[in-house]
């Protein structure tokens, strides 16, 4: 498995060295890369990896562990709606998946804003 970890607080590419060579001590990882320039840290690891000690390494060492904001948004459009309540069932519906954050369908621009997390593959809106 593989991981591409944001970091904050390199000042330096020792900076980035010493995180580097830490994390390839680290019980687990396979590989460790830190790119200064992009203020990343990639890991290849297995499962012997405990990922919330590898983070309270990392802030031992100086650095900040970024959490990147996992939900996302997409904006759909779908066709074949017929009424309000069309988007409304479709909302309904929806919502109930797992990995949807939040649903909002307009009718008048037949359109859907979906607000999703990493928990869901693929949306398949099926309308008869």
Do not use: P, W
Request: hydrophobic letters at 40%; one cysteine or more; proline letters at 0%.
């Amino acid at each position: 498995m593989n991981k591409n970890i944001k970091i904050q607080g390199m000042s330096c590419a020792g900076c980035a060295k010493r995180l580097q060579d830490e994390m390839s001590l680290q019980k687990g990882v396979i590989n460790a890369n830190v790119n200064f320039a992009n203020e990343t840290l990639f890991i290849e690891y297995d499962t012997q990896l405990n990922i919330n000690e590898l983070f309270k390494t990392i802030e031992k060492l100086g650095f900040k562990v970024i959490e990147e904001d996992q939900n996302k948004e997409v904006i759909i459009g779908i066709g074949g709606m017929s009424c309000t309540s069309c988007a409304q069932g479709i909302e309904k519906q929806l919502i109930k998946k797992d990995g949807i954050e939040k649903i909002e369908v307009n009718f008048a621009t037949e359109k859907a804003k979906i607000i999703y997390n990493n928990k869901i593959s693929k949306i398949v809106i099926l309308f008869l």
